[in-house]
């Protein structure tokens, strides 16, 4: 609380001379807080974007969004600049499961965490002493209902204006430009604190010393429960639903005690959600389009108007308000035509999901949930370690639309800002500007698939399956029926259920190739194997060109990752087998292919020094071949080997596999068995 001498008004206005505190309207408080921090520039799917650092803080925070978190921040600048946006409210449409509720609720409580910094807190004003003056019965203090800002009634302290400007100025020190900038601010007071107001100054004989000993200033409370600075109104059926929710209402106990009827303090405010943020907070419409008529009527007011209006009584508000609303909901509302005054005043933003498997991999780690996992009898259940990506790149594949110039694999792989064969990001980016031309909104770019709730139910599923239990492990491609359960069960319309079911088929087939290199791995006892042959071949198609080859084939190069000078013999045998693993018979090919790779060796090593060509497939899938052909004559043999342990040798090896799986590759007994397993089987070749 604060002591007497620092609850006065004019202490108040002191301090916000001497900048102690400040006075900000919601946008500008909300845009202060997004900019004060760390910007960064961010490629996203071919366009050049910004990533705010405050959107990436805690431990469950946003995963990607650029495009919205952007469209968002724009919105509030323009809106704290005085732009159009101020008269406006900000809706989030789109699929259910893909994050716009959870973004409104993580912004919420970072302003909550923020406004709670002393040089940042909000304040407002109380009449106290007031039972005494006999038209308040027993009440003897009144809050302003709308928590208005005691800057705002410093401005309205005289009826005139100027007067106003001349009190700061004289009195209180404000030059003349920081009043003109108060002054943009500008609101009148509430009707009951105007009321109360010029009633005290009735009894005092318009004395203002005498005035202001009856205003006492307070930190507006931060309470999350309360619902004060940020509050959410979730859509209610239409019984329950009522404008008092969003308004407040007339109060019997009020009225006992108030004898004037004219007294506009007989409404409790605070009954409504919008007066408790009224005083620069945020207002979260939950599903906004699902309220009945009367309400999104008084929604129009509202975001309109910025007022709070009861039987022609007038309460200013200040408040950034935030929707979120479904597809089907927002289209339902927008055929009904006469409802269009209402989607004018909104900035509607619509939220696709999330179309990079590399950030999924973080979404999907929320999914599977970051506390130890048990099986039901509460034994320790372990995660395989390619539970991740089989989830990660299933749901993605589902969220990618038809193309005729990307496949599926080749539209994953751009949008994650990886390699795909010939295929660049120019093509993506024309096919994504191709689809968001199209009016149904559904059609477009990742509007459309398997969102996180879905995924949290495959999961689910999952964790509640003998098999998981009994084997006391997650084994990565049981999420794969998991997944399948879930489209069958809550996908409705046929054309996308199919869709989905085929995108699983794809996933499943870039599981089996994850399968291949693990093995490689395993068989080879080291976790990089793979990709030190990759970067091997790499460095050979660098070195068979260099000036500095000596006879012998020895080449010295300098290693991006650890700058130290290195020298390696270049294999002209090996870079053929692999080169005609690709599928690369003539001459130009060969040469089309390596110029390639520089180009992206060039490119991606001057940004990452650890870019180690693990996302090109293609290149992986022939380095292993080569080398399983090389050591053990092909994969074929490998898996003879492992399905057929009845000799000794064999035998070794399977278990010699099973120990590097169990002891480097984080692999439990189960998931490296049923692994191996999965390898022996053609399930799922492509």
């Known amino acids: 609380m604060l002591n007497h001498g620092e609850s006065t008004l004019l202490h108040h206005l002191k301090s916000v001379k001497e900048g102690k505190r400040r006075f900000e309207n919601a946008f500008e408080g909300v845009a202060r807080m997004i900019l004060e921090d760390d910007i960064s520039k961010v490629v996203v799917k071919g366009k050049s974007t910004y990533d705010f650092k405050i959107f990436n803080t805690g431990n469950k925070h946003i995963i990607g969004m650029y495009n919205e978190i952007n469209s968002f921040v724009s919105f509030v600048k323009d809106a704290a600049e005085g732009g159009s946006s101020k008269e406006m409210a900000y809706v989030l449409v789109g699929e259910p499961g893909n994050g716009k509720t959870f973004f409104v609720e993580f912004l919420c409580a970072l302003y909550r965490s923020f406004m709670a910094k002393p040089q940042n807190r909000k304040y407002s004003f109380r009449f106290k002493d007031l039972s005494h003056f006999g038209n308040y019965g027993k009440i003897n203090t009144i809050e302003s209902q709308t928590y208005e800002d005691p800057m705002i009634l410093a401005m309205n302290l005289f009826e005139d204006i100027d007067q106003n400007k001349t009190f700061l100025g004289k009195e209180i020190g404000f030059s003349d430009k920081k009043i003109e900038e108060l002054y943009e601010n500008y609101r009148p007071l509430g009707a009951c604190s105007a009321y109360i107001w010029y009633n005290l100054k009735e009894k005092k004989d318009s004395d203002l010393a005498e005035i202001l000993k009856h205003i006492d200033i307070f930190p507006v409370p931060l309470i999350e429960s309360l619902g004060t600075l940020t509050g959410k109104y ?67 007011g509202v975001i309109q108007n910025r007022n709070v209006e009861m039987d022609g009584f007038k309460w200013p508000i200040d408040t950034l308000i935030i929707a979120t609303s479904n597809n089907s909901e927002f289209n339902r509302f927008l055929a009904e035509k006469e409802e269009a005054p209402i989607v004018d005043r909104c900035r ?56 005729e110039k990307l496949a599926p694999v080749e539209a994953m792989k751009l949008a994650a800002g990886e390699v795909a064969g010939e295929k660049s990001i120019k093509t993506l980016v024309e096919v994504i500007d191709t689809l968001n031309q199209d009016p149904d909104i559904t059609k477009r770019f990742g509007q459309k698939g398997l969102g996180q709730r879905n995924l949290g139910r495959a999961m689910q599923l999952m964790l509640e399956s003998s098999d998981t239990n009994e084997g006391r492990c997650m084994f990565a491609f049981d999420i794969f029926k998991a997944i399948e359960r879930v489209t069958l069960d809550y996908v409705t319309e046929p054309n996308y259920r199919s869709k989905y079911l085929e995108d699983l088929k794809t996933a499943k087939g870039l599981y089996r190739e994850k399968i291949m290199t693990e093995m490689f791995n395993a068989y080879m006892d080291e976790p990089y194997a793979i990709r030190k042959d990759v970067m091997n071949y790499v460095n050979m198609i660098i070195g068979i060109d260099a000036e500095n080859l000596a006879p012998d084939m020895m080449w010295k190069y300098k290693d991006p990752q650890t700058g130290e000078l290195k020298a390696m013999r270049v294999d002209e045998r090996y870079i ?104 022996c089987t053609q399930e799922d070749e492509k």
């Open 576 to 679: 053929k087998s692999v080169e005609e693993g690709l599928g690369l018979k003539t001459r130009e090919q060969v040469e089309s292919f390596r110029t390639s790779i520089r180009k992206i060796y060039g490119q991606k090593i001057s940004i990452d020094p650890n870019y180690d060509f693990m996302d090109n497939l293609e290149l992986v899938k022939a380095v292993t071949d080569v080398r399983l052909k090389s050591d053990i004559a092909g994969s074929g043999s490998l898996i003879g080997a492992l399905a057929n342990r009845t000799n000794e040798e064999n035998q070794k090896l399977y278990d010699r596999m099973i120990d590097t799986m169990l002891n480097k590759l984080h692999y439990c007994k189960t998931c490296a068995q049923k692994t191996i397993e999965y390898f």
């Open 348 to 403: 509607i933003c619509y939220v696709s999901h999330n179309t990079d498997y590399k950030l999924q991999e973080q979404l999907t780690a929320y999914a599977i949930g970051k506390g130890a996992k048990t099986t039901i009898n509460d034994k320790k259940l372990h995660q395989d370690p390619n539970l991740n990506y089989a989830a990660s790149v299933a749901v993605v594949l589902t969220r990618l639309p038809r193309s």
């Open 234 to 300: 979730p859509a209610k059926d239409k019984i329950t639903s009522s404008a008092v929710d969003l308004l407040g209402e007339e109060s019997i106990q009020r009225i006992l005690h108030i004898t004037d009827t004219n007294n506009p303090y007989r409404f409790d405010l605070r009954r409504g959600a919008l007066a408790r943020v009224a005083g620069g907070g945020i207002h979260f419409a939950d599903e906004i389009f699902k309220n009945k008529k009367d309400l999104v009527q008084v929604y129009l």
